[in-house]
């Protein structure tokens, strides 16, 4: 058998607290199910004999024992957490088929840093601060062939710094991290334009407060960028074209217009009608300013200077889809209802409400109804000429 240092990433779950139960080795072992219970004010600790991590002795912990490595690993982690110090793993004794059959457990402050890192001449940054005390804490466990069980072979508490208090517990590095529903929900909100310090407040109000949110600001935004940059791996440009390359394969396939000769042509003259293409030439085209204020306004929600080409055009597809939906809601009201006529000329309210959706109407009506409080009065009237006089409604001296 050799001693190999095993690198494996500490993935133990940080969040057991001081409600990860155990049970203590005894001859009467209960089953499996009831050996790691989690829900310590259920029962009786005296009964059942089960403690929590808080009240354990020294003696206990030499007692125990432990299905399989990571069960020994999750226990050792959530210990470290209670008492304000981080867990590493540390050496490993594998059998002649290599399998694992001892663990070693340390503090993270455990051994000190290399020398030649210290020494450095040509140093380009300021060296890091120095975290490793050659902590003598540790937890060993060794599988016993007999029982097929971990049991504890070596144990040490005394520490030889300062231990984290519990309020600054869930800022320690080894204890910060986003789980797999805390990335879904972060990305998501990223993809909706949340801004990221929302999302950070967001989530700590879920979750009871930003002690219990499980990960710091910062976690969040590395995340957020990591999540970005991965988007772009193979650069802005290329993502944003092979975007709009999918959309464009997306309409023919809804259509069913892959393959159409027709379609391939109009392609092939993208020069002559794509707006992308013809910026720099003149068009006599007129949009009122209502019009060009009415689009910025929604477009400017969800894009801004910090977006990425391919961010750009996500955002503005759902742009798209947020007026294409409003559309549709206006049209719902307009055709599965029918405004009550109010003016004196109803013939032509009643036909303008028959085109026009509810609020472009209610704008119509209002001229409507100015053109209808009028009176008309005939002068005289001839073969090809009719004279008249208009006065404003109420108000007959008023020409």
Not at 35 to 47: F, Y
Not at 74 to 93: E, P
Not at 254 to 269: F, P
Not at 336 to 345: A, G, N, R
Request: glycine residues 4%; negative net charge; proline residues 2%.
């Amino acid at each position: 058998m050799s001693i190999k240092e095993d690198d494996v990433k500490n993935d133990s779950d940080n969040d057991l607290g001081d409600d990860f139960d155990y049970q203590p080795n005894a001859e009467d072992d209960a089953d499996d199910d009831d050996v790691d219970s989690l829900d310590s004010t259920s029962k009786s600790e005296e009964v059942c004999g089960v403690k929590r991590i808080a009240d354990l002795m020294v003696e206990d912990i030499w007692n125990l024992d432990f299905r399989t490595e990571d069960e020994a690993c999750q226990f050792y982690n959530a210990y470290s957490c209670w008492h304000g110090f981080v867990m590493r793993k540390d050496d490993v004794v594998r059998d002649n088929q290599g399998r694992i059959i001892s663990r070693q457990l340390v503090c993270n402050k455990e051994g000190w840093r290399n020398m030649r890192y210290l020494d450095m001449d040509d140093r380009s940054r300021e060296a890091r601060s120095l975290t490793r005390t050659k902590c003598p804490t540790r937890l060993r466990v060794k599988l016993d062939y007999g029982c097929s069980r971990w049991k504890v072979s070596c144990f040490v508490e005394s520490h030889n710094h300062d231990l984290t208090p519990p309020q600054f517990v869930h800022l320690v590095p080894a204890n910060r991290r986003l789980n797999v529903t805390d990335r879904v929900q972060v990305e998501n909100l990223h993809n909706f334009g949340v801004k990221s310090c929302h999302i950070m407040g967001y989530i700590a109000f879920q979750k009871g407060g930003y002690r219990h949110a499980g990960f710091t600001r910062k976690d969040l935004y590395n995340h957020i960028d990591r999540y970005r940059r991965a988007k772009v791996k193979n650069g802005d440009a290329n993502a944003a074209i092979n975007y709009l390359i999918d959309k464009w394969a997306a309409i023919l396939d809804k259509h069913n217009l892959v393959g159409s000769t027709w379609m391939e042509k109009t392609y092939e003259t993208r020069e002559m009608w794509s707006h992308c293409f013809l910026r720099d030439k003149f068009f006599g085209y007129i949009r009122t300013t209502s019009q060009c204020e009415g689009i910025n306004s929604l477009i400017r929600f969800y894009v801004n200077r910090k977006n990425t080409l391919i961010g750009f055009m996500h955002n503005l597809d759902r742009a798209l889809k947020e007026y294409r939906n409003n559309e549709l809601i206006a049209d719902f009201k307009s055709q599965c209802s029918e405004p009550v006529m109010i003016t004196s000329l109803e013939v032509y309210e009643r036909s303008a409400s028959c085109y026009y959706t509810r609020n472009i109407f209610k704008e119509i009506r209002n001229e409507i109804q100015r053109a209808g409080a009028l009176n008309i009065m005939v002068l005289s009237t001839t073969l090809d000429k009719v004279e008249f006089s208009v006065t404003a409604l109420g108000d007959p001296a008023r020409d």
